[in-house]
């Protein structure tokens, strides 16, 4: 989202806004004909080529109908799911992403409801051209509960960096001198878990906008649950981290020297980084070989994420033994 741009955005979504945010509009007027505007979308030229979801797949938010099955309200209705369509270029990226999440709530990460959904089952899309598959994900919204707003900063928000900048400006040791200042010991340990699970996966798109923290109470920040996981060296074998790790963004040079580095540079007790990473490589190789068979994914990218997470998971945990 370019800054000129923001207000028309921000009317455009109206009631529906992420969190706790709320827009009025001034008495007599609705959305602009300048809003309207259809030449004013972002144009996919306008950002480098990566695997990002928020240009590769479509989301809507969604209602739950008596049914059972979601609805896209027409407009001015706030959703309570969110649906995240198949992508065109990519197969089976709901699939890749409920697998991903499911794999994190495993090992302890906090994540929201998910479940696949056949498309038929999701009321009022708009004809979308050709899609890579006929299965969508939905995931539970966790800035809505029981019809309380809840509100929620990513971390393009709390850096003041527009979406233009989401893979730069900012490294992790950033964010976790960040996590551990407002969130303390369970926050900086969830940080450090998510952070090695994104290597080991080979998920490329963590940038700034796919961390977030929420405000349970409306004042005291914590880590929101995981989402946008998304494995994506299957379709992209050379992606790279969104974000520098220490100064390394390619996957495979990954060390534990480099979690090491972060915690110093960001002030955290080297202690519970290490520990907390090593704990992480275990819990992830454990659940992935007690669940892989149960995701639906294609061999070739089961395949291939596990030939990624090995390779990682033997240069770690080599590094490890040399340095205790």
Wanted: proline letters at 6%; a negative charge.
């Amino acid at each position: 989202m370019k800054p000129v741009r923001e207000f028309k955005l921000i009317e455009l979504l109206d009631e529906d806004l992420p969190g706790a945010v709320v827009t009025t509009p001034l008495e007599g007027r609705g959305v602009s004909s300048e809003t309207q505007r259809t030449d004013e979308t972002i144009k996919p030229d306008e950002q480098p080529y990566r695997f990002s979801l928020a240009g590769g797949q479509l989301k809507f938010s969604t209602l739950t109908e008596s049914t059972g099955g979601l609805t896209i309200p027409a407009s001015g209705l706030e959703g309570d799911w969110i649906i995240k369509l198949p992508a065109q270029n990519f197969p089976h990226v709901p699939e890749n992403e409920w697998a991903m999440l499911h794999w994190a709530g495993e090992i302890g990460i906090p994540v929201p409801e998910i479940r696949l959904v056949s498309l038929d089952q999701v009321g009022g899309l708009p004809d979308l051209g050709i899609l890579s598959g006929n299965t969508a994900l939905a995931v539970k919204r966790f800035d809505r509960l029981n019809g309380m707003r809840i509100h929620i900063e990513d971390f393009a928000q709390v850096y003041n960096v527009f979406p233009d900048d989401k893979y730069g400006k900012v490294s992790y040791a950033n964010m976790a001198n960040m996590v551990w200042t407002l969130t303390g010991e369970k926050g900086l340990v969830d940080f450090v878990r998510r952070l090695v699970f994104t290597v080991l996966i080979g998920n490329g798109d963590m940038h700034l906008k796919n961390w977030s923290f929420v405000y349970p109470d409306g004042c005291n920040p914590e880590l929101s649950p995981a989402y946008d996981l998304v494995s994506t060296i299957p379709y992209l074998p050379d992606d790279r981290l969104a974000l520098n790790l220490s100064g390394e963004k390619k996957f495979k040079e990954i060390k534990i020297e480099h979690f090491k580095r972060l915690g110093r540079k960001a002030g955290l007790p080297d202690f519970l980084v290490v520990s907390t990473m090593r704990e992480t490589i275990e819990a992830t190789s454990d659940k992935w070989q007690s669940n892989k068979r149960s995701y639906e994914l294609p061999d070739e990218i089961t395949k291939r994420i596990e030939r990624h997470m090995l390779v990682l998971i033997l240069t770690l945990k080599q590094r490890a033994c040399k340095v205790r």
